[in-house]
């Protein structure tokens, strides 16, 4: 790569978790050598605006990157509306961007990976994304790859192109047909038993996602996106204060990496990995969801 991508990190109110994301990504290879853009969210109300001068105090220290930029908005845009503008900011004026938001601390490895994946596949059109997150899913012990291709992308600590990103219909414009097109809703389904509801509350007005939108325009391209075997990232951002992360989150604890590898191999063909998909769908299936339900209720 000519140049390292740069690094866009989301934040709202929550200073723990965004030090231990900070102070993670510092420890990557390629952190200095790396742009970090900063996006800190308005106050929703009164009872939010400690928490957000504390993080807005907090990201004016942050050092040990190429360049560090600090966009603070003036008006609470929301998670959905922040990353949409924030991304579509970034990508005017670089070919590629790496997103984090403030809850997800990574391997040192991390940008390593983001960067490798980006530059091996940006002329690749079926890749739509590259996902730092990935489920333990207990890959064959004789899989020879670092990665494998799914149908669907996850968001916690992504990459993309501009050219992949400009592709994207927010406004989800032909989704009258699609609701009355079961194929297709069975098929989209194949990427998770939440998608359809995800999307469906998303259109009536129940949800504010940009990632549910991003999901189905990939879904309507046949993209798929780059997940590592071994996870870059931990999400930590499972709690009482979380603003949009909730539920237990033992359905989601990876097998992480812990080997600091620097280069990568990919599978010889840009196709969905049959074991992977199969087990990526197990967990996120109904039962899946459902025993994720109870063990948040109990506590677990």
């Given at each position: 790569?000519?140049?390292?991508?740069?690094?866009?990190?989301?934040?709202?109110?929550?200073?723990?978790?965004l030090?231990?994301?900070?102070?993670?990504?510092?420890?990557?290879?390629?952190a200095?050598?790396?742009?970090?853009?900063?996006?800190?969210?308005?106050?929703?109300?009164?009872?939010?605006?400690?928490?957000?001068?504390?993080?807005?105090?907090?990201?004016?220290?942050?050092?040990?990157?190429?360049?560090?930029?600090?966009?603070e908005?003036l008006?609470?845009?929301?998670?959905?509306?922040?990353?949409?503008?924030?991304?579509?900011e970034?990508?005017?004026?670089?070919?590629?961007?790496?997103?984090?938001?403030?809850?997800?601390?990574?391997?040192?490895?991390?940008?390593?990976?983001?960067?490798?994946?980006?530059?091996?596949?940006?002329?690749?059109?079926?890749?739509?994304?590259?996902?730092?997150f990935?489920?333990?899913?207990?890959?064959?012990?004789?899989?020879?790859?670092?990665?494998?291709?799914?149908?669907?992308?996850w968001?916690?600590?992504?990459?993309?192109?501009?050219?992949?990103?400009?592709k994207?219909?927010?406004?989800i414009?032909?989704?009258?047909?699609?609701?009355?097109?079961?194929?297709?809703?069975?098929?989209?389904?194949e990427?998770?038993?939440?998608?359809?509801?995800?999307?469906k509350?998303?259109?009536?007005?129940?949800?504010?996602?940009?990632?549910?939108?991003?999901?189905?325009?990939?879904?309507?391209?046949?993209?798929?996106?780059?997940?590592?075997?071994?996870?870059?990232?931990?999400?930590?951002?499972?709690?009482v204060n979380?603003?949009?992360?909730?539920?237990?989150?033992?359905r989601?604890?990876p097998?992480?990496?812990?080997?600091?590898?620097?280069?990568?191999?990919?599978?010889?063909?840009?196709?969905?990995?049959?074991?992977?998909?199969?087990?990526?769908?197990?967990?996120?299936?109904?039962?899946?969801?459902?025993?994720?339900?109870?063990?948040?209720?109990?506590g677990?």
């Open positions: 790569m000519e140049d390292f991508a740069p690094i866009v990190l989301f934040t709202y109110k929550r200073l723990d978790t030090k231990q994301t900070v102070e993670a990504l510092k420890k990557n290879n390629l200095s050598q790396s742009d970090l853009y900063i996006f800190s969210d308005a106050a929703r109300g009164d009872q939010d605006a400690e928490g957000v001068d504390k993080v807005r105090n907090y990201i004016k220290s942050i050092d040990g990157f190429k360049t560090v930029t600090i966009y908005s008006l609470n845009k929301g998670l959905a509306s922040s990353i949409i503008e924030g991304v579509t970034i990508l005017k004026i670089h070919e590629t961007v790496i997103v984090l938001e403030d809850d997800l601390v990574s391997t040192n490895n991390f940008l390593d990976f983001m960067n490798q994946s980006l530059d091996d596949f940006k002329n690749e059109d079926k890749v739509f994304s590259i996902s730092g990935s489920f333990n899913l207990q890959i064959d012990d004789e899989y020879i790859y670092d990665t494998y291709f799914l149908n669907r992308g968001s916690w600590g992504w990459a993309t192109w501009r050219d992949r990103w400009e994207i219909d927010w406004e414009q032909d989704y009258s047909e699609f609701v009355k097109d079961s194929n297709a809703q069975k098929t989209f389904s990427g998770g038993s939440d998608l359809n509801g995800m999307l509350k998303q259109m009536n007005g129940k949800l504010d996602s940009w990632a549910i939108r991003w999901f189905y325009n990939q879904f309507k391209c046949k993209g798929l996106t780059v997940y590592p075997v071994e996870s870059k990232i931990l999400n930590e951002g499972f709690g979380a603003t949009h992360t909730k539920g237990s989150p033992r989601y604890m097998f992480l990496d812990t080997n600091n590898k620097r280069t990568f191999v990919h599978p010889l063909v840009v196709e969905i990995t049959g074991e992977a998909q199969q087990k990526f769908q197990i967990k996120m299936g109904y039962f899946s969801r459902l025993k994720s339900k109870i063990e948040t209720f109990i677990l």
